[in-house]
Every structure is written in C-alpha cells, then in structure tokens.
C-alpha cells in the first residue's frame, strides 16, 4: 500500500508542476496590470505623471519588469524556502492569509461532502428501486436542477426563500465556527452542487447490482428489499460516490469562491476571488498551488479506498 501510495505521487508530481507552470505563465503573460488595476483607486489624488512613477516603482519592487525566466527562477526559488510571496494589492503575506482562511474553507467544504453524501445515496437507491416512475423522474430531475443553476444565482434565491419568504432564518453572515446556525444554509448550498452527480451515480450501481446473482438469491431467500440493500447493495453503491471524490472537491472550491463573498465568510473562497479579481500575481499563484494540492491528494485517496470497497481491484 505504501509503495502504491508513492507511486501515485510520483505520478502527481508533473501534473502539480505542469499546472503550476502553465497558471505562472498565464499570469506574467496576461495584458492584465495588477499595479495599474491597483492604482486606479488613487485616479482622483494623483496626477498621470505621477501615477505613472508610482506604478513603474511598484513594478520594480515586485521585479514585475524582469523577463519571464528571471521572474519564474525567483518564484521557486521563494517556494522552495516554504516563501509565497506578498500580495499586491494589500501587502500581506500570501502564505499566512491561505494558513489562516483554508481550515475554515475545509470545514465547509468537508461537510458540504457529507450532506452530500447522506442525501445523495440514499435518494439514488430510492430512485433505482422506482426505475421509471415518477419517483424516479422527480429525483433525477431535481437534483440535476440544481446542477443547473450557478452557485452565485442559487444562493440569493435560496437566501430569499428562507429568510423573507419562510422567515425561518436570520440572514446568514461571518463565521463563528462550524457547529452554528448560520452555516447550515452555505453548507446546504455547497452540497447541492455535487449532489445529482451522487444521485445519478448511486442509481446507476444500484441498478447494475441489481442484476447480480447474489442479490437474486437474496430475493429468493425472502430476504426485505431494505435489507439486500443495507447488506448488498449499499457497499457498491458507495463506489461511484468514492470515484466522484475528485470532482466533488473541485465543485467545492469553486463554490466557495462566491458563498465566502454572499454570505462573508473569511475563507479561502474570498482570497481566491479577491486575488483574480485584483490579478494579484502572487495570491493567483499561491491559491492555485493549494487547490492543485487539495485535488490531488484527494484522487489519491480515492485510488487508495477504491480496492477496499471493490475486491475486485487489486492494488499493484
């Protein structure tokens, strides 16, 4: 398993270095300014010829005049001292604002997952045992409503519904830690999004096993439809939610890009969105590193659980 292990991350390795240079290379090569961006908050105290000084200053200091091999060389070398550089606009440490704002995007993002999970497998295996009936078509087509609808759409319409028209909720901002109140709707937001994947899924497993021999002798031994499933049927069905692992965690970070701005939660989300929105060089750089991280580790752990929850997959 430990070799197995290392072998996955040896394959990892030039994908994580081939995003990073191919997201360092966008960036240096951009017509986008993020001096000029920045400046443009001082049109009205400065004069052109002076904002001009100012900005090419700024562009030294950053060595954001430096030709491209220069400017790379430079960034890993920083990286490779655990150094991510400072922000541009803001002039904060861009490692300790990832430190300080991930833990609370990871707490969302993880129990986005498990909501998804506790009502995906169970909707999907509802609808498999109503194939082709109404059941069916409402739970399928639902939740791929939901997958229709952007996250920055989905979320104010929601806020509406529960807080001015069911009036069952205060308006949800801040974080005062997971366990609140508040966290309930962006958490339910988060879980949307992956969630028709899981149901479609889990229908789809169910439905092969369905066809197995096992769960035919199952059915005629007497055995309760509820129970094949919960001894038979449940352990496949977790596959596919396993194998979706990789793309729930990309569903996530996105989503919480926009739920950390609608609902101001001090999260990763908001670094990320406020360093695209800016071009903020190193805070593009260093957001992109820790998402690459996250979904890869995460494909990993889907390789490593796979084989448990199928025997048929041997670990070579």
């Known amino acids: ?25 966008l960036t240096v090569v951009s017509p986008f300014d993020p001096v000029a961006m920045m400046m443009t908050q001082f049109e ?3 004069d052109t010829l002076a904002r001009e000084e100012v900005i090419e200053r700024i562009r030294d200091q950053y060595g954001l005049n430096d030709s491209y091999w220069v400017q790379f060389t430079r960034w890993i070398g920083r990286l490779s001292q655990g150094d991510l550089g400072i922000s541009i606009n803001g002039q904060r440490d861009v490692l300790r604002m990832i430190v300080k704002t991930f833990p609370i995007s990871f707490q969302l993002g993880l129990a986005g997952a498990v909501v998804t999970t506790i009502l995906g497998i169970p909707l ?68 949307l999004g992956p969630l ?29 439809m509820w129970r094949i499933i919960l001894r038979h049927i449940l352990r496949n069905a977790l596959i596919p939610v396993v194998t979706t692992l990789g793309f729930i965690a990309e569903g996530l970070i996105v989503g919480s890009i926009f ?28 957001v992109t ?17 796979y084989p448990f929850l199928d025997p048929r997959i041997k670990i070579e």
């Open 44 to 46: 009205g105290t400065l």
């Open 196 to 224: 028709p994947v899981v149901v479609r899924q889990t229908r789809a497993a169910v439905l092969e096993v369905f066809s197995m021999d096992y769960v035919r002798t199952a059915k005629m031994k007497g055995l309760h």
């Open 124 to 191: 999907g295996c509802l609808a498999a045992l109503r194939q082709n009936t109404w059941l069916d078509y409402t739970i399928v087509g639902g939740t791929l409503g939901f997958r229709t609808v952007p996250v920055f759409v989905l979320a104010p319409l929601l806020l509406v519904l529960f807080v001015l028209v069911l009036d069952i909720m205060r308006v949800p901002r801040g974080w005062d830690g997971l366990f609140q109140s508040k966290v309930i709707l962006p958490v339910f937001i988060l879980a």
């Open 1 to 25: 398993m430990f070799v197995y292990a290392l072998k996955r991350l040896a394959v990892a390795v030039p994908t994580f270095i081939a995003v990073l240079l191919i997201t360092f290379t």
């Open 289 to 305: 590193m820790v998402s690459a991280i996250m979904i890869i580790l995460t494909n990993l752990l889907v390789d490593l659980v």
């Open 259 to 286: 739920l950390d701005s609608i609902f101001a939660i001090p999260g990763f989300g908001g670094v990320a969105e406020a360093g695209f929105r800016g071009f903020d060089y190193p805070v593009i750089m260093g």
